[in-house]
Every structure is written in structure tokens, then in C-alpha cells.
T-cell receptor, first 113, second 116 residues
Framework: GQNIDQPTEMTATEGAIVQINCTYQ??????LFWYQQHAGEAPTFLSY????GLEEKGRFSSFLSRSKGYSYLLLKELQMKDSASYLC??????????????FGDGTTLTVKP | GAVVSQHPSWVICKSGTSVKIECRSL??????MFWYRQFPKQSLMLMAT?????????EQGVEKDKFLINHASLTLSTLTVTSAHPEDSSFYIC????????????FGSGTRLTVV
């Protein structure tokens, strides 16, 4: 099965940097996704990692270590609009899980002035 | 980029009635679509995998006779909540992946269902 852990809540200050961690235990692995979800809206894609290392995309970066079952999402120069829930999702690679993504419970980030 | 259109955005229905939710991939073909349910302040829970031209695959604990899924074409999947009850009130979201892309799934805008 899949088990994904991430902190429930985080608070940071506008302009600062915040790192949201995600650890996972899976029966198969075919990539890790980060999504942003504002209240009442559908998730939007932020990043995808399938190989170890850091992927940078503007203010957002995502890191993956497959051997450690660990990822983080790094948000720089925080803005008020970054207040949202951030979901870590792992896509399985086994025959029964192929193509399906399992989501963590999400981390609610609050950015304060 | 890939766009998934989901309708309706919100619906209120009476207990015992059925509600159909549509999910369309607008600029790509999706042989597989996923249906999720999300309760307030909880994460997305996969309900079923919708496969074009074949039966959907349901997750454990999801009643296939209550949540009917039809994936009749490469661009359309529908979820029908039959004999709805207040506990079915939730946010239902579909997602699909453009087969030419190895990136994230595109989500529909979601449907807020309230059963009264």
C-alpha cells in the first residue's frame, strides 16, 4: 500500500522561505507530485519528480530522495496568495497501482504579513 | 496545456434523487480518468478509475452500484451518484492525464454536491 506523511499546518511570513516535507512508504514508485489547492477549488499542479534531485521552477522548487522516501517543496519569497493547502502525491508503479496517485492529507500553509 | 472541464460546479439535490457529474478532456484524449472525493479539510480520496470502453475499477469501500461511472468516449467520463443521501455531500473531482505528457494530472474544477 501507500502511506504518505506531511505536516498538517505551517505558518510563515510574507517574503520568507518555507519548506514543506513529505515522507512516503509505497509498494511501488513512479513519481511524486506536489499540488496547490486553495479552499473550495480543485488542486493545481506544481511539480513532478521521478529522479533524485532538485527541480526548480520559479519561486517553487521540489526535491526528491527515493532511497529515503522523502521529498520537500520549497517556496521562496512568500506571497499572501501562497496561503493554501499543499498536497504531496505519489504515483504507484505496481500492476494494481499503475497510474493511480495517492495523496497525503495536505499541509495548510498560512502566510502572514 | 491540458484542460479538463467538469460540470456542474455545484449542485443541490434532494435525498433519494440521482446526480450526474461530467468530466471532459478538452484538448487531449484520456483513456483513463480518476474520480476523487474530498470532505472538508481532508485530502483527496480516490473513488474509482474510469477506463474508456470498459468497466471502472473501484477502490475498496466504494459502492459501484451507488457511484455509477461511464467512460463512453476518449474525452468524456461521467459519475452518477444514485439515491443520494446527505452523507454523500462532498466535493467530487475528476482528473485525467494527457498521454503525451509525463507530468501531473490535470484536475477538473470540481463539483460541490449538497444533498438535502
Amino acid at each position: 500500500g501507500q502511506n504518505i506523511d506531511q505536516p498538517t499546518e505551517m505558518t510563515a511570513t510574507e517574503g520568507a522561505i518555507v519548506q514543506i516535507n513529505c515522507t512516503y512508504q509505497t509498494s511501488g514508485f513512479n513519481g511524486l507530485f506536489w499540488y496547490q489547492q486553495h479552499a473550495g477549488e480543485a488542486p493545481t499542479f506544481l511539480s513532478y519528480n521521478v529522479l533524485d534531485g532538485l527541480e526548480e521552477k520559479g519561486r517553487f522548487s521540489s526535491f526528491l530522495s527515493r532511497s529515503k522516501g522523502y521529498s520537500y517543496l520549497l517556496l521562496k519569497e512568500l506571497q499572501m496568495k501562497d496561503s493554501a493547502s499543499y498536497l504531496c502525491a505519489v504515483r504507484g508503479s505496481t500492476n494494481t497501482n499503475a497510474g493511480k496517485s495517492t495523496f497525503g492529507d495536505g499541509t495548510t500553509l498560512t502566510v502572514k504579513p | 496545456g491540458a484542460v479538463v472541464s467538469q460540470h456542474p460546479s455545484w449542485v443541490i439535490c434532494k435525498s433519494g434523487t440521482s446526480v450526474k457529474i461530467e468530466c471532459r478532456s478538452l484538448d487531449f484524449q484520456a483513456t483513463t480518468m480518476f474520480w476523487y472525493r474530498q470532505f472538508p479539510k481532508q485530502s483527496l480520496m480516490l473513488m474509482a478509475t474510469s477506463n474508456e470502453g470498459s468497466k471502472a475499477t473501484y477502490e475498496q469501500g466504494v459502492e459501484k452500484d451507488k457511484f455509477l461511472i461511464n467512460h463512453a468516449s476518449l474525452t468524456l467520463s461521467t459519475l452518477t451518484v444514485t439515491s443520494a443521501h446527505p452523507e454523500d455531500s462532498s466535493f467530487y473531482i475528476c482528473s485525467a492525464r494527457d498521454g503525451t505528457s509525463n507530468y501531473g494530472y490535470t484536475f477538473g474544477s470540481g463539483t460541490r454536491l449538497t444533498v438535502v
